[in-house]
């Protein structure tokens, strides 16, 4: 029988979440990286007990750790474990957590400015990863997306990082940061496509490369922000996050800041689906597993209110792609719900029916067995929970 | 023999348990300090200070013999307690909460 296994990343650590195919009994197992901040771990496609994990604070800075047996050990990828922690001439490894704008003549571009939020030109400063996406093909190459926005590169397990900089020539003097951050937070690799590559980043939108991140441009064509002076513009809109089905790979969905949006051609033109949702703000979207024009939303009251409408925790399914939604309660909290579901922080399982993940920030991981007619919580008492992904195992 | 204290996160980080003692050739300072110890320890690369510019994170201090080094120039030499070892090196997290 398949068995699952969830990644968790909190405020205060990650946890393994396992279980059988059923998906009623769990085992936790945790924290990991106690006491920093996880945005998030996934697994590689090709080998799943490849896991890398973005590992956090404030005070000290970014780490990168590795997995190679499925989350039971972790290491640095610069420095594995039993490794001299030194070259033979003697220079230090850990170039693991090295993120360095690309400046270089022959592939970088000039360190320029984004714009700060009071439309002060301010110089790009490394903050932190928010997103890991390993590559569909091979688990070695792994791309991070970062704060202040950018994408890098690892071709060597996570060991070094390399920046694909046309991305910030892509208008990147224009971008400002969110009330988050200013983070590149979603990459959607295209199965279809190899050169593909579509990315999402914090108040500044959607952007695709078609030569594996040579060049890039904005594909935000139907998007309006009322919170921007050009409602309309080409770059500016606060996207939450986009989601794609590999079978479909040409139709993305798009949670907004405000608006669940899609398109049905690889982003060149987008069309509201927010339809009959109680309110279209929300951060995570995630397309089923086996139904591509299934999707779920977590609707969330407004942007300075960031819990649930009237305190009742519902998950938003459309079996239309969109327009039509139906609220799903069963088994969540229907009163007194004021948790928040950020932006990586849902996910699906590939067993049949499709099991649907979503973790809150008050530290509970739900999950449903049946796409989502009807929810359990796995764990109730995490720190708050910053991500969500799930691997499904034979 | 240096003695080195860590906050707990980079202890754990680096799997030491207590102070750190580090051998230094020539003049002891911060930078001496912290090099001596990326050396040893290279998964602490850049919690300190920044790998490209070596400037000590904002949320990171220096602290030795009751006094805040955290803005003395990094080749400054620090006082001679520290480079016999009599007292420790400490790097510190900033206070941040309430």
């Given at each position: 029988?398949?068995?699952?296994?969830?990644?968790?990343g909190?405020r205060?650590?990650?946890?393994?979440?396992?279980?059988?195919?059923?998906r009623?009994?769990?085992?936790?197992?945790?924290?990991?990286?106690?006491?920093?901040?996880?945005?998030?771990?996934?697994?590689?496609?090709?080998?799943?007990d490849?896991?890398?994990?973005?590992?956090?604070?404030?005070?000290?800075?970014?780490i990168?750790?590795?997995?190679?047996?499925g989350?039971?050990?972790?290491?640095?990828?610069?420095?594995p474990?039993?490794e001299?922690?030194?070259?033979?001439?003697?220079?230090?490894?850990?170039?693991?957590?090295?993120?360095?704008?690309?400046?270089?003549?022959?592939?970088?571009?000039?360190?320029?400015?984004?714009?700060w939020?009071?439309?002060?030109?301010?110089?790009?400063?490394?903050?932190?990863?928010?997103?890991?996406?390993?590559?569909?093909?091979?688990?070695?190459?792994?791309?991070?997306?970062?704060?202040?926005a950018?994408?890098?590169?690892?071709?060597d397990?996570?060991?070094?990082?390399q920046?694909?900089?046309?991305?910030?020539d892509?208008?990147?003097?224009?971008?400002?940061?969110?009330?988050g951050?200013m983070?590149?937070?979603?990459?959607?690799?295209?199965?279809?496509?190899?050169?593909?590559?579509?990315?999402?980043?914090?108040?500044?939108?959607?952007f695709?490369?078609?030569?594996?991140?040579k060049?890039?441009?904005?594909?935000?064509?139907?998007?309006?922000s009322?919170?921007?002076p050009?409602?309309?513009?080409?770059?500016?809109?606060?996207?939450?996050?986009?989601?794609?089905?590999?079978?479909?790979?040409?139709?993305?969905?798009?949670?907004?800041?405000?608006?669940?949006?899609?398109?049905n051609?690889?982003?060149?033109?987008?069309?509201?689906?927010?339809?009959?949702?109680?309110?279209?703000?929300?951060?995570?979207i995630?397309?089923?597993?086996?139904?591509?024009?299934?999707?779920?939303?977590?609707?969330?009251?407004?942007?300075?209110?960031?819990?649930?409408?009237?305190?009742?925790?519902r998950?938003?399914?459309?079996?239309?792609?969109?327009?039509e939604?139906?609220?799903?309660?069963?088994g969540?909290?229907?009163?007194?719900?004021?948790?928040?579901?950020?932006?990586?922080?849902?996910?699906?399982?590939s067993?049949?029916?499709?099991?649907?993940?979503?973790?809150?920030?008050?530290g509970?991981?739900?999950?449903?067995?049946?796409?989502?007619?009807?929810?359990?919580?796995?764990?109730?008492?995490?720190?708050a929970?910053?991500?969500v992904?799930?691997?499904?195992?034979? | 023999?240096?003695r080195?204290?860590?906050?707990?996160?980079?202890?754990?980080?680096?799997?030491?348990?207590?102070?750190?003692?580090?051998?230094?050739?020539?003049?002891?300072?911060q930078?001496?300090i912290?090099?001596?110890?990326?050396t040893?320890?290279p998964m602490?690369?850049?919690?300190?200070?920044?790998?490209?510019?070596?400037?000590?994170?904002?949320?990171?201090?220096?602290?030795?013999?009751?006094?805040?080094?955290?803005?003395?120039?990094?080749?400054?030499p620090?006082?001679?307690?520290?480079?016999?070892?009599?007292?420790?090196?400490?790097?510190?997290?900033?206070?941040?909460?309430?």
């Open positions: 029988m398949s068995t699952v296994r969830a990644l968790v909190t205060k650590g990650a946890f393994v979440l396992t279980s059988d195919g059923k009623k009994r769990w085992n936790v197992s945790g924290p990991h990286f106690t006491g920093w901040e996880v945005y998030h771990i996934k697994g590689s496609p090709v080998d799943p490849r896991l890398y994990a973005s590992q956090s604070n404030s005070w000290f800075g970014q990168i750790q590795r997995s190679d047996d989350g039971k050990s972790w290491h640095q990828p610069g420095t474990p039993g001299p922690t030194t070259t033979p001439d003697g220079m230090p490894k850990g170039e693991s957590n090295k993120f360095v704008y690309d400046t270089s003549p022959e592939t970088g571009r000039p360190l320029t400015t984004h714009q939020i009071d439309g002060t030109p301010r110089p790009w400063e490394f903050k932190r990863v928010w997103h890991l996406e390993p590559s569909l093909t091979d688990p070695d190459t792994v791309y991070a997306g970062v704060e202040d950018a994408l890098f590169r690892s071709v397990g996570g060991r070094t990082w920046e694909l900089a046309g991305l910030r892509c208008s990147g003097s224009q971008w400002m940061p969110g009330a951050g983070c590149l937070h979603t990459i959607l690799l295209d199965p279809s496509s190899p050169g593909r590559i579509f990315v999402a980043i914090s108040a500044a939108g959607v695709r490369t078609d030569n594996t991140g060049t890039w441009r904005p594909i935000n064509r139907g998007l309006h009322d919170h921007i050009d409602q309309t513009a080409e770059v500016g809109h606060c996207v939450h996050r986009i989601a794609m089905h590999p079978s479909r790979p040409g139709v993305l969905f798009m949670q907004k800041h405000w608006d669940v949006m899609r398109s051609d690889a982003g060149e033109s987008w069309q509201e689906v927010s339809g009959n949702l109680p309110t279209d703000f929300g951060f995570p995630e397309v089923h597993a086996h139904e591509p024009n299934t999707i779920y939303v977590v609707p969330i009251k407004s942007d300075t209110e960031h819990y649930p409408p009237d305190g009742k925790l998950v938003y399914r459309s079996r239309t792609g969109g327009n939604w139906e609220a799903l309660t069963k969540l909290p229907q009163r007194n719900c004021y948790v928040n579901v950020l932006r990586d922080a849902s996910a699906v399982d067993l049949d029916p499709c099991g649907v993940y979503f973790g809150t920030t008050g509970q991981v739900y999950v449903s067995a049946d796409a989502g007619d009807s929810w359990t919580p796995i764990v109730r008492d995490l720190p929970v910053l991500s992904e799930v691997q499904t195992l034979p | 023999m240096i080195v204290v860590l906050p707990t996160h980079l202890q754990r980080l680096a799997y030491i348990e207590g102070e750190v003692k580090l051998e230094i050739e020539g003049q002891v300072t930078r001496s912290l090099d001596a110890l990326e040893r320890f602490l690369r850049g919690t300190i200070r920044d790998q490209v510019t070596q400037q000590r994170r904002p949320l990171v201090r220096f602290f030795a013999c009751g006094e805040d080094f955290s803005h003395e120039p990094p080749a400054a620090l006082p001679d307690a520290v480079a016999t070892g009599s007292e420790a090196f400490l790097v510190v997290g900033a206070i941040a909460g309430g």
